[in-house]
């Protein structure tokens, strides 16, 4: 493989085609960009223990192109569950532990009660879903291919159920909101 370094690039018209075989990068390029956006009426269990159940309608697949970039995640997530429930994120099913980006509030540690996102307080949980905004990120590690996905558990000892883009008394009618979730996951390349 060879290498050019360029100070700068000049080009007729603005436009600089580079083939798919060839590799662009410098500190902060975005290398890649997923999303998913689903309307699915699910329904997850956050459990007592454990660490958090994935929402799997919310799933991205990214396979690094660098094993130095950062991979930042966010998430825009609407649905109804009691308040007492924690978020956390998993890698491949898994609970990301890392020291450096850990899935939890790091001064709590990997306890039921700690984690990225904590579900709104609200005494309604028949009506009106809550709006949740996660954001995470990670080294990539390596250029292996992972799904991550936003996981839901109980902060106390009492189980509870996310219901997905829609209340828990209906899946559809005048003031029982319905609505969607997003998901990015963006490579940023660092040396």
Same mark, same amino acid.
């Given at each position: 493989m060879s290498a050019l370094t360029l100070a700068s690039i000049n080009t007729l018209g603005g436009v600089l085609?580079?083939?798919s075989t060839t590799s662009f990068k410098y500190d902060g390029f975005v290398s890649q960009f997923k999303s998913i956006q689903t309307s699915a009426k699910t329904t997850y269990s956050a459990a007592v223990s454990g660490n958090g159940t994935a929402v799997t309608d919310l799933n991205i697949t990214i396979t690094p192109k660098f094993a130095t970039s950062l991979i930042i995640l966010t998430w825009m997530i609407n649905g109804?569950?009691?308040?007492? &429930?924690?978020? @956390?994120? +998993?890698?491949?099913?898994?609970?990301? &532990?890392? #020291?450096?980006?850990? *899935?939890?509030?790091?001064? +709590?540690?990997?306890?039921?009660?700690?984690?990225?996102?904590? &579900? &709104?307080?609200?005494?309604?949980?028949s009506s009106t879903p809550f709006n949740g905004y996660l954001q995470y990120a990670v080294i990539a590690g390596s250029t292996a291919s992972r799904t991550y996905a936003p996981? #839901?558990? *109980?902060?106390? *000892?009492?189980?509870? @159920? +996310?219901?997905?883009?829609?209340?828990?008394?209906?899946?559809?009618a005048d003031n029982q909101e319905q609505s969607v979730s997003t998901g990015q996951a963006m490579e940023i390349y660092r040396r």
């Open positions: 085609t580079i083939p109804e569950m009691h308040y007492n &429930t924690s978020w @956390t994120v +998993l890698q491949d099913g898994a609970l990301i &532990t890392n #020291v450096a980006y850990p *899935a939890y509030n790091r001064e +709590l540690g990997n306890v039921r009660y700690s984690g990225l996102m904590a &579900t &709104t307080y609200d005494l309604n949980e996981a #839901v558990r *109980a902060s106390g *000892a009492t189980a509870y @159920t +996310l219901y997905l883009h829609r209340t828990i008394a209906s899946t559809g």
